[in-house]
């Protein structure tokens, strides 16, 4: 796994995200749930897209911006 990898980590610091996606993620909706999951990891920010592309577009854009403070969820 890419992100185990030493240099990675060091690179990247605490900004590295692990993702699960398995089979009980099933249909456009579904996936579009998952990456709003990571966009509030991410930024903090409540996303509530349906369609996978624009969840994708609002991820790239989030990811684009730059380094956030690293934030705890839950």
């Known amino acids: ?3 185990a ?3 990675v980590r060091r690179r990247f ?3 590295v995200y692990l993702v699960t996606v398995g089979r ?3 249909g456009a ?3 579009a749930a998952k990456v709003n999951d990571v ?3 991410i930024s903090g920010e409540d996303a509530t897209f349906t ?3 624009l969840a994708g577009r609002r991820l790239g854009s989030v990811l684009d911006s ?6 705890r969820i839950g």
């Open 13 to 15: 610091g605490g900004r």
């Open 66 to 71: 730059g380094p956030a403070p690293v934030a």
């Open 51 to 53: 369609d996978p592309e």
């Open 5 to 7: 990898d030493r240099r």
């Open 39 to 41: 966009i509030k990891l």
């Open 24 to 26: 009980d993620v099933r």
């Open 29 to 31: 909706a579904a996936m």
């Open 1 to 3: 796994m890419v992100c």
